[in-house]
């Protein structure tokens, strides 16, 4: 097979690709775009790490005088903060009716309704001091963390009610005719039954998550991904019926190229493509304006794997469009089908956002979605820094599946191309 023929379709087709501002657009610049919205609005350089702030109104029908009552309890929701930001805006209502119907509106998170007598009930001890919460649901995952803030603020708040039951009835039993060893025995019990179990909760969160810039080099291996795979999607499906719409195919075949020599070519072309791309989102990821970390040490042969993977992750890609070609007979049928399979896969197998972020079933497509795989292992090494124990299981279940999916890509085209030469 020779060298210079399939040379010069990369360099024919680098040329075309410069020509054509929709092929720039899609190969560059859109995953560029992707990658600044993450950079300043996704993952902003400065702002509060993305504490939520809850609308909630309150409906205060308290009037009770005591040092914990209904007024209390709304200075205590306008000063709760979560990591040095207030969780509240809290807005007073006259009615429960007004704020139910603010509510629906979507102008709130949740309701409190505080009920006349909430103070006196609650230093009475023998007495249940009633609090009724309505939460709001504009979607269904607001409506989970907002019951999970306004529940958890309650709770607490029920605590401290219990604290001061507590001491109350400590200052009772002081007056009591029993020892002071009888004394403490009480409180403790009284305390252990108020709170059995003394739980402390502390925050790790993985580096990633805690580091802007790995948060980046996440996403920017994450857009280039994306690009593999719609424009990859496009090109594979494209790479026959094109030349044969421009009346190219024929002539080809009438020089002394061989067919293998054209599908290697063209394919070689494709990929050529592809990497710069990826080059060019790799340098723009790590410069100053985005402030990527992505760590490549060419001595290091995990991180060249790593790099080896990505190339696998394109071919993937090339070769799936490929059989994705069967399916259609024209350039816009094929590239339009390339492009629209490949956004949507992108976006629903873990390459650009997370998969706990997905639902069970549409997890289970990354399981089975082989450039899926690529990307995740060049993230785990070039990102996290991570040397994963099952690097051989990911190595062998990467390159199979390319040669796998490369062997039916040429299949494919030599089907395709014989069609078109007895039509």
Not at 126 to 137: D, F, I, N
Not at 249 to 266: A, D, W, Y
Request: hydrophobic share 50%; charged share 20%; net charge neutral.
């Amino acid at each position: 097979m020779r060298i210079k023929p399939m040379v010069s379709f990369i360099i024919r087709d680098l040329k075309l690709m410069i020509r054509d501002k929709t092929f720039v657009f899609w190969l560059v610049a859109w995953p560029l775009i992707w990658i600044f919205m993450t950079a300043y609005i996704f993952v902003p350089p400065t702002g509060d790490g993305g504490t939520i702030v809850l609308n909630l109104g309150i409906v205060n029908l308290d009037s009770s005088q005591t040092p914990l009552n209904g007024s209390s309890l709304i200075k205590f929701l306008e000063e709760a903060e979560y990591n040095d930001s207030k969780l509240f805006n809290v807005k007073s209502y006259q009615s429960e009716e007004e704020a139910l119907r603010a509510l629906r509106r979507g102008e709130l998170d949740g309701v409190i309704v505080v009920p006349e007598g909430l103070g006196y009930a609650v230093i009475n001890p023998v007495e249940k001091a009633r609090l009724h919460a309505y939460v709001g649901s504009r979607t269904p995952e607001s409506a989970q963390i907002s019951s999970s803030i306004i529940i958890g603020f309650l709770e607490r708040f029920s605590e401290g009610i219990s604290f001061k039951r507590v001491e109350k009835a400590v200052n009772i039993i002081k007056w009591l005719p029993v020892s002071e060893e009888e004394k403490r025995w009480f409180n403790a019990t009284v305390q252990g039954i108020m709170r059995p179990l003394d739980l402390t909760i502390d925050h790790v969160s993985p580096e990633f998550f805690e580091d802007r810039v790995r948060t980046l080099g996440w996403y920017t291996i994450g857009a280039i991904g994306m690009m593999f795979l719609y424009f990859g999607f496009n090109s594979g499906a494209i790479l026959i019926v094109s030349e044969k719409e421009r009346g190219t195919l024929r002539k080809l075949f009438s020089t002394p190229l061989t067919e293998g020599e054209f599908i290697v070519g063209s394919f070689l072309s494709q990929l050529t493509t592809l990497l710069i791309s990826a080059l060019i989102l790799i340098l723009v990821g790590i410069s100053p304006a985005v402030g990527a970390r992505i760590v490549l040490d060419p001595l290091n042969p995990i991180h060249l794997l790593a790099v080896a993977f990505m190339v696998c992750g394109a071919l993937m890609s090339m070769s799936i469009g490929a059989l994705v070609s069967l399916l259609s007979k024209t350039v816009r049928g094929a590239s339009g089908m390339g492009t629209v399979l490949g956004l949507l896969l992108s976006f629903t197998t873990g390459i650009w956002f997370p998969l706990e972020w997905m639902p069970q079933p549409v997890r289970l497509l990354a399981v089975i979605f082989p450039p899926a795989w690529s990307i995740e292992t060049s993230r785990r090494i070039l990102v996290f820094e991570t040397f994963a124990e099952t690097l051989i299981l990911d190595s062998v279940k990467i390159f199979s599946s390319t040669a796998i999916l490369l062997a039916l890509a040429l299949l494919t085209y030599r089907i395709r191309i014989k069609q078109y030469a007895e039509s």
